[in-house]
């Protein structure tokens, strides 16, 4: 999964950062970057219009690709509807929990810009494993003594939408009191594209942005599990 989710949000991102246009006079690169994270990160979409010169529905319209963005293996793991609509609430919740500070612009003699960001990454799975293990291990025990008394086995649906409640409820508990890596500063590199006026991040910039914010260690073990 923490391949496809960074593949997913690059691909959307790296699209969605070229629609910004840069036509404010001297051009705002810090708050150019700080727009973009605060959209997709809060779903705070004013200074993104300010920016992109676009209206609060298309805004909102671009925060929304995001989370679908970030919901795409969620919907691929065979979920029910209702369960599935849980973590596309959870996805929100978790990228608010991020926690980033952009710092000041440094322009370059190209007429490009250099912005840091300093990163204090959420761990997302933090102890996610050992609680789903204990959850699944008591889970079984259950099954098996309802089979010993004649109760008929869960299917793999059932299993499955039982396996991925338990990680939705580990996920949670994480947020209820989450805990942050090391800080680091990043820099993205904002530049004029070939169409005037118009500035971007380059892909593997945004990709860094973007995947510092989350520290996935430990997801493929907790999505082997459920």
Not at 209 to 224: H, K, P, Q, R, V
Request: hydrophobic residues 35%.
């Amino acid at each position: 999964m923490k391949k496809y989710w960074k593949k997913a949000v690059v691909l959307f991102l790296g699209a969605a950062l070229i629609l910004l246009s840069g036509c404010q006079k001297p051009f705002d690169a810090s708050g150019y970057t700080k727009a973009v994270l605060d959209l997709v990160t809060r779903g705070e979409t004013k200074d993104y219009e300010d920016i992109s010169e676009s209206s609060e529905e298309e805004a909102k319209k671009e925060y929304e690709a995001a989370i679908d963005a970030y919901m795409q293996e969620f919907d691929s793991l065979g979920f029910s509807d209702e369960l599935t609509e849980k973590y596309r609430t959870y996805i929100p919740n978790l990228m608010k929990k991020t926690k980033y500070t952009v710092q000041e612009a440094k322009e370059q003699e190209d007429g490009s810009f250099e912005v840091g960001v300093e990163v204090e990454p959420i761990i997302m799975f933090g102890g996610v494993e050992e609680q789903l293990q204990q959850k699944l291990q008591d889970y079984l025990t259950q099954v098996q003594n309802d089979i010993l008394n004649n109760q008929p086995a869960p299917s793999d649906e059932e299993m499955t939408e039982a396996a991925g409640e338990m990680l939705y409820e580990c996920l949670n508990t994480v947020l209820e009191n989450p805990q942050y890596g090391e800080k680091s500063t990043i820099t993205v590199h904002v530049q004029e594209s070939d169409t005037d006026n118009v500035w971007e991040i380059p892909s593997e910039d945004v990709e860094t942005m973007i995947t510092s914010l989350i520290d996935m260690t430990g997801a493929e073990e907790a999505f082997s599990l459920s």
